[in-house]
């Protein structure tokens, strides 16, 4: 496949049919309308369907029952939707059924949802993160793939940026290696066997098996699946001119692409700052940021929000200094381009924050 001109919603679109998506729902809400226009566009071409349904409460029981099916199979919304998914997400965790989930969110102030889960129970899913249109066609693509190694859905984090800047991309289909057979799948072969198939949240046998797992043993279970997740996925980051560091500025998703800018301008008028970005905001790459802030003095935690992975960046690295420099910051809409977010405004926060570490040092 060539590389194309696309706007990321579009692009995204393109990677999931690459992929293998076949079914796909969702209610529209802008920036993820743009996604579910461009899968409904896609979609009939390939043999696959895609609803739009009554509400992200339908839109994810689709789903649901189109991966059960063995189809691969997504959803998503902006966070708001996403709080009514909340229940189904933790729901598929115990029943162990793969689906990519798709946050495309206004602002990042989604973080504890996509990381910590407003379901209940014991679960985790991965999230992936990524700064821009080329890197987000190959997470995505690579989420479906961790969703069927795991068996476990995977949250994709997108955002207004990310849906309507325009890049040229290649979009065919990336190979991320062997997957185990799909044998759980319900596709009606063992119907009528007495010995069908069930995909549960609450057990993985039928109440009349001659050896079954009650309910509270198979919530047992909960721990080791996330173990596995944990040990499948290994975390990916992206970190630069941390090696002799004062100061290592941590930002994730489109944010982030403007502070790595900002740094490297900042690093060739000599100031010693450094760059770090998780990619993979679980599982968090902790160790990757102990070793990228060896040399630093201070962290600061870029992000439109209050303050949300400034928690994962303490837990992280406990012998040093680490701050919030972001802000909640967003246009008229609530969820367009968020007037913080220019270069200028950036290194001001970054020199600000260094200049009172400074002081702190000096006195």
């Not at 996403?82 to 029943?95: N, R, T, V």
């Not at 100031?271 to 962290?299: C, H, M």
């Not at 809409?333 to 702190?360: D, H």
Request: aromatic content about 8%; charged content about 20%; hydrophobic content about 45%.
């Amino acid at each position: 496949m060539s590389v194309e001109l696309l706007e990321g919603s579009d692009a995204l679109a393109h990677a999931m049919v690459s992929a293998g998506c076949r079914f796909f729902a969702g209610y529209p809400m802008t920036p993820f309308t743009e996604v579910l226009e461009g899968m409904a566009r896609l979609l009939p071409d390939v043999g696959g369907d895609c609803v739009n349904a009554e509400s992200e409460l339908e839109a994810i029981g689709m789903a649901w029952g189109a991966a059960a099916a063995g189809l691969r199979a997504a959803t998503g919304s902006v966070g708001q939707g996403l709080s009514l998914m909340q229940e189904s997400i933790a729901e598929l965790c115990f029943a162990r059924v793969p689906m990519v989930v798709l946050n495309m969110a206004r602002g990042q102030g989604d973080y504890y949802q996509a990381t910590r889960g407003g379901g209940h129970g014991d679960y985790r899913t991965v999230v992936l993160a990524p700064a821009g249109i080329a890197e987000a066609v190959t997470l995505i693509q690579q989420a479906f793939h961790i969703a069927d190694l795991t068996r476990n859905p995977v949250m994709f984090m997108g955002d207004y940026y990310l849906a309507h800047v325009i890049e040229a991309v290649e979009t065919g289909p990336a190979d991320f290696g062997a997957l185990p057979a799909n044998d759980w799948m319900l596709d009606g072969s063992t119907s009528g066997t007495g010995n069908a198939r069930i995909l549960s949240s609450i057990m993985t046998t039928k109440r009349n098996a001659p050896v079954w797992v009650n309910y509270g043993q198979y919530l047992e279970t909960s721990g080791a699946k996330i173990a596995g997740v944990r040990a499948a996925v290994p975390p990916m980051y992206e970190a630069g001119w941390c090696e002799d560091a004062d100061y290592v500025v941590a930002a994730y998703g489109t944010p982030a692409r403007i502070v790595r800018y900002v740094v490297g301008r900042m690093r060739e008028r000599g100031v010693r700052v450094g760059f770090f970005r998780p990619i993979t905001l679980w599982p968090f790459p902790k160790e990757a940021l102990v070793a990228a802030t060896r040399s630093a003095r201070a962290i600061g935690v870029y992000e439109l929000n209050a303050g949300q992975m400034i928690d994962d960046v303490l837990l992280s690295v406990r012998d040093r200094e680490a701050e919030s420099i972001g802000g909640l910051s967003f246009d008229s809409s609530g969820f367009g381009v968020a007037p913080e977010l220019t270069p200028e405004k950036v290194e001001a926060r970054i020199s600000a924050a260094m200049a009172r570490l400074g002081q702190e040092i000096a006195a």
